[in-house]
């Protein structure tokens, strides 16, 4: 058999295009050698943040000081909104009902999507359209009319949440350091103004207005967004799975066991049947 070459089905096929079924840029596996997008680990072991980690691992090169403090602030704030939160709920139950602790965890990251978890990509989305040109006070209206939320934007708990301003004070200060553009920043910062023209209150950014703005500050695409946040809030939902593993609550539905849930169906009823029918 030719050097370089490998058979399969009786076939010779030449080795590269084996191998290069699944070629990536990312790592490097060889025995003795992991090579994470070119550096070897034990070189990175110890020596770099895990958020640093993530860049060069989303990227291909690591981040500044500014990019890695950017992305650590923004993982940080994300990771649990408490027991309430579907993904968090969903997977403490799970954690009740003899799963895996991994099972608990894909769970609640399951049910990260458009409604629960998804509006920092959206909001990303919207922040795209007026740094292109688009008028915040226009795209508010384009809102308006269709009665839907602009995403990033108020929030059903907190009258001002409380991860707004931290992060957004760490946007600033890498704008006027010249470490990021400040265009997304500019952008939501204007729409949060315009959201508030006629109205008594206003609608102040929430955790995903404000990540948003980072993310696309940072330069990562919307839905790659959205990935970090998932990553970020599976650390809240190990630890609420991992809490209730420790509580040892067997089959933990979203009511107390006292209390059972609502019905507003047909009233209760016989089932009336002729001695002549057949039985069933």
């Not at 059903?156 to 004070?169: C, E, G, V, Y």
């Not at 919307?222 to 991992?242: I, N, P, Q």
Request: proline share 8%; aromatic share 6%; glycine share 12%.
């Amino acid at each position: 058999m030719p050097e370089g070459s490998v058979r399969t089905e009786g076939t010779l096929i030449e080795q590269d295009r084996v191998t290069d079924w699944w070629s990536t840029a990312v790592s490097r596996i060889r025995p003795g050698e992991i090579l994470l997008r070119g550096y070897p680990v034990e070189q990175l072991i110890g020596r770099i943040t895990f958020a640093e980690q993530i860049w060069l691992m989303l990227r291909g090169e690591l981040p500044t000081p500014a990019q890695g403090r950017l992305l650590e602030a923004t993982l940080v704030s994300a990771v649990d909104h408490g027991p309430q939160a579907p993904s968090i709920a969903a997977a403490r139950m799970a954690a009740t009902c003899g799963v895996g602790l991994n099972s608990a965890v894909a769970t609640g990251a399951g049910l990260l999507g458009d409604t629960h978890g998804g509006a920092g990509q959206q909001c990303m989305q919207v922040l795209e359209r007026i740094i292109a040109g688009a008028r915040p006070r226009d795209v508010v209206a384009e809102f308006r009319e269709r009665k839907t939320y602009v995403p990033g934007f108020g929030h059903r708990f907190h009258p001002h949440d409380p991860r707004r301003d931290p992060l957004l004070a760490l946007v600033r200060e890498a704008v006027e350091a010249g470490e990021v553009p400040g265009r997304a920043l500019a952008a939501g910062l204007a729409l949060e103004t315009a959201l508030a023209q006629g109205r008594t209150r206003p609608v102040p950014m929430n955790i995903d207005g404000a990540t948003a703005i980072i993310y696309a500050e940072l330069g990562f695409p919307a839905e790659l967004a959205r990935g970090l946040f998932v990553l970020s809030r599976s650390v809240g939902v190990l630890a609420h799975a991992w809490e209730e593993y420790e509580g040892g609550a067997r089959i933990k539905g979203p009511l107390p066991r006292p209390l059972l849930a609502g019905y507003h169906g047909v009233a209760p009823r016989d089932l009336f049947i002729s001695e002549h029918a057949p039985t069933p």
